[in-house]
């Protein structure tokens, strides 16, 4: 059984950086990995991906500012936040999947995280 823990979300000042963090358990195969994100009475939205063989996709919400990294011998995905904005905070989620054409959506991943709460607020 896949399970996908998140952990690392926390208040934070705007400008600030925050790392959140997610460790996967019982897959069978290399997934490729993703990170997506709601805020309060918002849709899930993307935000960054990493394929199983390193390549890494970005949101716009996330250019220039995020940064996705895993590593496979701990089973951790990583997203790496900087110059945070009050409209970043909402619910991140990890997600894994089997491999798809298309990463950048939530139907492309079988197995999900239950969440980390990120605010950004002074």
């Known amino acids: 059984q896949v399970q996908l823990v998140e952990s690392g979300g926390g208040l934070v000042q705007p400008g600030g950086s925050l790392r959140v963090s997610c460790v996967g358990s019982g897959y069978t195969f290399r997934p490729d990995f993703a990170w997506f994100r709601q805020a309060p009475g918002q849709e899930r939205e993307f935000v960054a991906a990493i394929t199983s063989s390193g390549g890494t996709w970005y949101g716009d919400v996330a250019k220039g500012r995020f940064t996705i990294a895993r590593d496979d011998a701990k089973n951790t995905v990583y997203l790496h936040m900087n110059r945070l904005k009050p409209e970043d905070t909402g619910v991140y989620y990890c997600?894994?999947?089997?491999?798809?054409?298309?990463?950048?959506?939530?139907?492309?991943?079988?197995?999900w995280g239950q969440g980390t709460q990120v605010t950004v607020s002074s």
């Open positions: 997600a894994a999947g089997r491999g798809s054409n298309i990463v950048t959506t939530i139907g492309s991943y079988d197995y």
